[in-house]
Nanobody
């Protein structure tokens, strides 16, 4: 089972940028699909972006063109580059990983992103 730790959250002004990192340990990161999810207060957790072990990416419509998901298997780390941030991007962001074909997921503890002037 892979363990995940997110970092890089914080307070940023609208229009600003942040890069989130997801450090993996305890298993071979390169064989996992990875994703970023977020949960705003009073809302359900939603998928933001995913990247397969073959680096095929997928994005929620609300972040297309602004966010970029990537991974560096040599560093056992995944990333979410967030540009042109909006107040509605404010949420706790979670990193998740699963083996292809399996529904069971590992989750990180989350990192807070706040977009406000």
């Amino acid at each position: 089972q892979v363990q995940l730790v997110e970092s890089g959250g914080g307070l940023v002004m609208p229009g600003g940028s942040l890069r989130l990192s997801c450090a993996a340990s305890g298993s071979i990161f390169s064989i996992y699909n990875m994703g970023w999810y977020r949960q705003a207060p009073g809302k359900q957790r939603e998928q933001v972006a995913t990247i397969t072990r073959d680096s095929i990416t997928n994005y929620a419509e609300s972040v297309k063109g602004r966010f970029t998901i990537s991974r560096d298997n040599a560093k056992n780390t995944g990333y979410l580059q967030m540009n042109s941030l909006k107040p509605e991007d404010t949420a706790v962001y979670y990193c998740s990983a699963n083996l292809p074909g399996l529904s069971k997921r590992s989750w990180g503890q989350g990192t807070q992103v706040t977009v406000s002037s």
